[in-house]
């Protein structure tokens, strides 16, 4: 194992995340040793931190913890306890490097271009990032007062109700503003790429 490959381990796969999903899974070193091939020692040795598990057996690790390898990586285990999505509870996740938007109820493991995303937090809208919102008929007319540049711009507008997201991705040079269906919004959320995350609650008519 090289030591690039120990760096890796060392920053994303722990002894105690090992630990902690075997003795979920009801199973002891032995067990899990068996399955993967390896002695009971080197189970012992990854669960107190004294070696790493060679990055073949990430695979075969993930497999026999019944979690994917990015939660195995990530730390965090998915619970798929949402049956019933409220899209008043999604988050949103953005890329820094490409932009890309992904959406998720509940917990997920998400992550584009290599890196681990968490979701963002949204702040209310302030003087630099100020909403404003007409209604046009059975529509949302929305727009944002801020530069869009290729530098500092709104990469997207959404609004959010119980049962969907409608998003709308802008572009630099182009104009911060957008049309939704009215379809019982209750809030908007808008991206800065150099500030992050603002949400306007939608007020009562």
């Not at 209604?135 to 944002?144: A, C, H, P």
Request: charge should be negative; hydrophobic fraction near 35%; aromatic fraction near 8%.
């Amino acid at each position: 194992m090289t030591g690039s490959s120990v760096n890796i381990m060392n920053q994303y796969v722990t002894g105690a995340t090992i630990k902690a999903l075997r003795e979920k899974m009801n199973m002891t070193q032995q067990q899990l040793a068996d399955i993967l091939g390896v002695s009971d020692k080197s189970v012992s040795k990854w669960e107190t931190g004294r070696s790493y598990p060679d990055i073949s057996l990430l695979e075969p690790l993930a497999d026999a913890f019944a979690v994917s390898v990015s939660e195995l990586i990530s730390g965090n285990a998915v619970s798929n306890t949402n049956i019933s999505a409220n899209m008043m509870k999604a988050k949103l996740y953005v890329c820094p490097v490409c932009g890309n938007v992904i959406q998720s109820v509940g917990e997920a493991v998400v992550s584009c271009h290599g890196i681990l995303l968490t979701p963002e937090e949204a702040e209310e809208e302030d003087d630099r990032h100020r909403m404003t919102v007409e209604t046009v008929e059975d529509e949302y007319y929305v727009e944002i007062d801020h530069e869009m540049t290729k530098e500092h711009y709104i990469s997207f507008i959404a609004a959010v109700s119980a049962d969907r997201i409608q998003l709308v991705r802008l572009y630099p040079e182009g104009n911060a503003q957008a049309r939704f269906k009215k379809s019982l919004v209750k809030k908007f959320y808008y991206f800065c790429n150099h500030d992050g995350l603002y949400c306007r609650k939608v007020s009562c008519r």
